[in-house]
């Protein structure tokens, strides 16, 4: 069993909850301040450069942030316990709070920026009923998923710096 030990929280991991939290709160705003206004029938499903190709009943637009706020609120949970998480290395006494840190940090970055992707679809939502759009944005997508596949690399590069000393490779 990995150690356990108990991470504090930086500044930066502290605006990054408040930011994800932030962006969750104005998702739920902006669909009950603009519910009333939509057609019945709403775009739910985009294509991969934006377009919408799915529309159904607008009450379905309640499930993503529904959700999302469920996976935000289990990721929450999950930093509580980082001593029970997967590491691509073995977890020590040496390098366990150096890896914690990563993964909780990774989490942390990984929900806001699923709940900044859901804000911006809600927005482009409001846009597209309302007539002032067409579709979501070209670069959306490709952004997001970017995005997504950067982090993750680079979590798990700096985690891999850790397998021998604890110490990075820039410590050495």
């Known amino acids: 069993m990995n150690p356990k030990i108990k991470i504090s929280m930086s500044i930066f991991d502290w605006v990054i909850e408040v930011l994800g939290a932030l962006f969750i709160l104005v998702t739920w705003y902006l669909l009950l301040t603009n519910y009333w206004f939509m057609p ?3 775009p739910v499903h985009y294509d991969f450069w934006g377009n919408p190709n799915i529309y159904s009943n607008k009450e379905l637009i309640w499930l993503t942030p529904i959700l999302m706020t469920a996976v935000y609120v289990g990721i929450y949970f999950l930093n509580k316990i980082p001593h029970l998480l997967n ?4 977890v020590t006494d040496t390098n366990a709070s150096k890896l914690y840190k990563i993964n909780l940090r990774t989490l942390r ?3 806001v ?3 900044g992707q859901l804000l911006y679809s809600k927005v482009s939502l409001i846009g597209i009923t309302s007539g002032e759009l067409s579709k979501l944005s070209n670069l959306q997508m490709p952004i997001f998923l970017g995005s997504l596949a950067l982090i993750m690399a680079i979590s798990y590069l700096l985690m891999y710096q850790q397998r021998n000393t604890g110490k990075s490779i820039s410590e050495l």
């Open 87 to 90: 590491y691509p290395i073995s």
């Open 113 to 115: 920026l699923i709940a």
């Open 40 to 42: 019945e029938q709403v």
């Open 109 to 111: 970055i990984i929900r």
